[in-house]
C-alpha cells in the first residue's frame, strides 16, 4: 500500500523549520529556498533564525548561511538575535562572519551591540575583528557630510549605506528635524536608509513624526489609488460626463477650504459662454494639495478651455505617474510601518498610541501587505473587535496571511479567536487556524478540556485539532476515550484523529474494536488507521482480523496495511503468515468477494516481500490469467494492462532473485575476506563490497545483514583510517539497514571534518531511519566516570549524576585508567590538569583506544582550547561550576 503522506507544512514558518533542518553543505537549493521563506515572514522568521544561530547542533556552515542573509534582509530586529549568538559563538570563523552581518545593517543598535561584545570577548583575534567593525562605524565628519552621502541613494549605493552606517554613530534625538527635512528629496534607497536611522532614535518624538508621516504617506497612497483608477476610467467617458465627475470630486475635497469659489465655479458655467469660470480655477490652484487635487484642478481647467487632446495627453500621463507613484509610496507606507513596530518594540512609542491609527487604516485598506503585518504585530490579543476585522477581510489569501502573522506570535491569549476562526467557511483557512491553534503553549490543555468535557460539539473540535496538528500527547487521551462509552459517531472522528497520530502502542486497541458487527465507517476507518501505522502488530493484526470480515472495501484496504508493515526484505513478511496472506489475496481477487478489488489487490501485491519462491510463482500465474481476461475483453485499458505486466515483471524478478541468493551472499562473503587491514587497496575492495550490495537483483537476509553489521562493527574499530574507507564503511551501513550501527555511523557523523565524509555518513544514518533533525544528536550517555581529584567535589556530583547514570569515580589518572581498562564508558569527566600535567593527551588517548566515547573537561582555566576544537571533546566547564550547569552540559 502507498501510504499517503502527511501534508506539508500549513504556514511559511513550519516550512522554515523543516529547511532549516535539513541543512546540507553545498546545497544551493537551500539559499534560495530560504530566501523565498524569509520574503514571506519577513521579520517573523528571526526568531526561529535566532535559535538556530544558538543551537549547539548547528553547523558552521549553516550559522554562516544565516548570517549571509542579513546582506539582503537588513532588518534591525537582527541585532539582538546576532548580538545573544556572538556572545558564546565558539568558531573564530563563523564570529567573525556574523561581526560582518551585525556592522553591515548599519544602525545605531547595532554599534551598541558591537561594544558590548568588545567589553565581553576580550581575546586578540575577536578584538581584531570588533575593531575592525567598529572603525567602519567611526565618525570623523559632521553629521551633514554623512547626511550628504546618504542621499547620493541609488546613484551610489557605496556611498549612501557608509553615510548611513556613520549616521548611525551620530544621529542624536535634536537630529530629527533635519532627517524628516532630507526625507522629501530622498530616491527609494535614501529614503529607506533615513527611515531605518530616524526609527533608531530613542524618545517619543520620532515615534510621533512617523505617525504623521504613515498618515500623510497612507493619504498619499489612497489618492494615488484614486487617481490612477480615474485616469483609467475618464478616457471612456462622455466630455460632459468627465467634467461633471471631475467637478463634484474636486468640490467633495475642496469645498470646506473654499466654499464660495466652488459657488463661483457654477454660477460661471450655467452662464455658458458669458461665463468665466477660468478665475474661480485660478483661485482654486494653490489650495490644492496632494496629486489627486493637483490633477483634478489642472484636468478640470484644461477640459472647461476645450483641449481636448492636451486632457487626454493628460490622462495617460498622470496614470503612468500615479501607478509609479503608487509603487513608491506603497513601499514607504511599509518601511513607515517596520519602524513604528521598531518603535514600539523599543518602547520609545506606547502601544496605544500606534495602534489605533493602525487599525483604522488596516480596516480602510487592503492592499499593503507591510500595513498587515504591523497590524498583526501590535493587535493585544484580548481585542477582540480588532481581531473580528482580520476574521471579516474577504480575500482568501489576506485572511490567511494575516492568520500566519498572528500564529507566529504564539501567544495564548490568541486562543479564543482561533477557535473562531476554525469555523472559517473557507477550508484551508479553518485548517490553518486549527494549525496555529496547536501550537499555543497551552492550546493542549485548553482542547484536552474539551475533550473530556462531555459535550458532543466541543469534543469534535478537540478531535479536529488533534487530528490535524497530529498532536503526540494526544494519543493516551484518544485511547482513553476510545475506551469509554461512546458514540460510533464520534468513535469514528476519535479512530481519525488517533490515526493521524499514528502512535504505534493504539494497534492493540484499534484491533480491539475492529470486527465485522461495527458500522461500514467505522470499520473502515479502523483498517485505515492500522494501515497507517505500518508496524508489524498493527500488519499481522490486520491480516488476522481479516478472517472474519467481510465488507470488500475493508478486506482490501487490511491487504494494503498487512503489506505496508513489511516493506523490504530487511523487515520481510513472516513465512507462518504467509498461507493467511494468500487466501485474503484470493477474497480480493474474487468477483463475488472482493466486489471489484482485484486490480487493487494485484498492484498491491507489489509490496510483497518474503521469501517464499513458490508463493512469487502462485500469484504470477493467478494474475496472468487475469491480464490473459483483460485483454480478450472489448473494453481493454492499455494503461491497466501495462500496470499489471509491470506487477508480473516485478513478481517474477524476486522470485529469479531469491532462487540467486546463495550464490550472490557468497560472493558478498568472498568480498568481505578479501578487505586488507590496511593500505591504498582497502578504499578499493571495500567499494567493490558496496557495489556488490547495491546491485539491484542482490536480496539481503536479515540474517545475512546482521552478519555484514558485525563485519562493520569490527572495521570501524580500527585505528588510521582515511576519510574514503570510512565514507565506504557508512555506505555499506545503510545498506544493511541495521539499526545497531545507528550510533557507529552518527559518531563519524558528528566528527566528520570533510563534507565527503559527512554526505556519506548522512546518507546512510537517513537510510536507517533517523530525521534530519536526529542526525547531530549524540547517542543517549549511560555510562560515566568522574576524574576528580578533590573528595569533596565528587561527593558533591556523585550523588546527582547518580540518579541519572550508572558513575563510577576516580580521584587519580592512574585509578582512571584501571577502570577505564576494566570497562569502558560513554563519558569521561575529567580535570583538564593532574599534578601540573595536562591530561588532554591522555583524554585523546582513551578515546582513541574506545575506553570512553566523549570527555567534558573541567578545568579553572579561562581560555582553554576552543570547544568542539576535537571530535571527542565534549564541552568545557569552567570551575566552579554548580551542579545544574554539569545537567545541563550533558543534555542531549
Known sequence: MALPLRHMPLTPLDELRSLLGAHAEGDNAFQVRLHQLLQQLKQQALPELGARLLSPTATPGLKRTLYGATAKFDWPEWVPHL?????????????????????????????????????????????????????????????????????????????????????ATLAEPADLPALLEALPGADPLAHRLLLRAIAELPGGEAGERLLDLFQDTFRALRDLELLEGMTGRLPSVARTAARTELLETLEARLASRAPGEFEALRAALAAGEAGDPARPMERLRPLAEGPLETFLVEALTTLLEGKIARFNAMLTEAQERAARGRGLASAALTQVCEGLVRQVAAGHLARERALPVL????????????????????????????????????????????????????????????????????????????????????????????????????IRIALRVFGENATKAAAGPLMTFLRGDVRDDLVVEAVESLAAIRHPDSASLLLELLHDGKPARLQQALVEALALLATPQAGRGLLEKAASLKLPTVLIVALEGALAAFPGFDRAFPTEDLPALEHLIARCCDDREGEGQRLRAILASQDLYCFDQDLYARLKDRFSDFLFELRTKSEWDRDTNDRVAAVLKELGRRSASLGHIAAKEEKVRALIQAVPPFGPARAEALLALREALQDSEFIMRGEFAAEIADFLTREFARKGQEWRELARLCEIGGLTRQASLTDLI????????????RSAAKGALLALGLEEADLSRRPKVRTILLLEPSAFFRKRLMPVLQDRWEVREAGTRAEAGTLLAEQPVDLLISEQVESGADLRPWLKIQCEARRSRWVLLATAARDPAPEGSEGWLLGILHKPFTPEQLLKALEP
Not at 552518527?746 to 565524509?757: D, K, V
Open 359 to 458: 487599525q483604522s487604516a488596516f480596516a480602510s485598506y487592503a492592499h499593503s501587505e507591510g500595513l498587515d503585518q504591523a497590524f498583526c504585530q501590535l493587535v493585544h490579543p484580548e481585542d477582540g473587535a480588532a481581531l473580528d476585522l482580520v476574521l471579516r477581510i474577504p480575500d482568501t489569501r489576506r485572511r490567511g496571511g494575516c492568520l500566519d502573522a498572528l500564529g507566529a506570535r504564539e501567544e495564548d491569549g490568541f486562543m479564543p479567536f482561533f477557535l473562531r476562526a476554525m469555523e472559517d467557511p473557507i477550508v484551508d483557512v479553518g485548517q490553518r487556524a486549527i494549525h496555529h491553534l496547536g501550537k499555543l503553549p497551552s492550546a493542549y490543555p485548553a482542547v484536552l478540556s474539551l475533550l473530556e468535557s462531555g459535550q458532543p460539539e466541543q
Open 746 to 757: 552518527r559518531e563519524q557523523y558528528i566528527q566528520a571534518q570533510g563534507l565527503g565524509l
Open 83 to 167: 548580538l545573544k549568538a556572538l556572545q558564546q559563538e565558539p568558531d573564530l570563523g563563523v564570529f567573525d562572519e556574523g561581526c560582518s552581518a551585525l556592522g553591515r545593517l548599519e544602525l545605531r543598535s547595532a554599534r551598541e551591540g558591537l561594544l558590548r561584545l568588545a567589553a565581553q570577548r576580550a581575546d586578540g583575534d575577536r578584538q581584531l575583528i570588533l575593531k575592525r567593525e567598529l572603525t567602519a562605524m567611526e565618525a570623523t565628519q559632521p553629521l551633514a557630510f554623512y547626511l550628504g552621502r546618504l542621499m547620493e541613494g541609488q546613484g551610489n549605493p557605496r556611498l549612501a549605506h557608509q553615510g548611513a552606517r556613520c549616521l
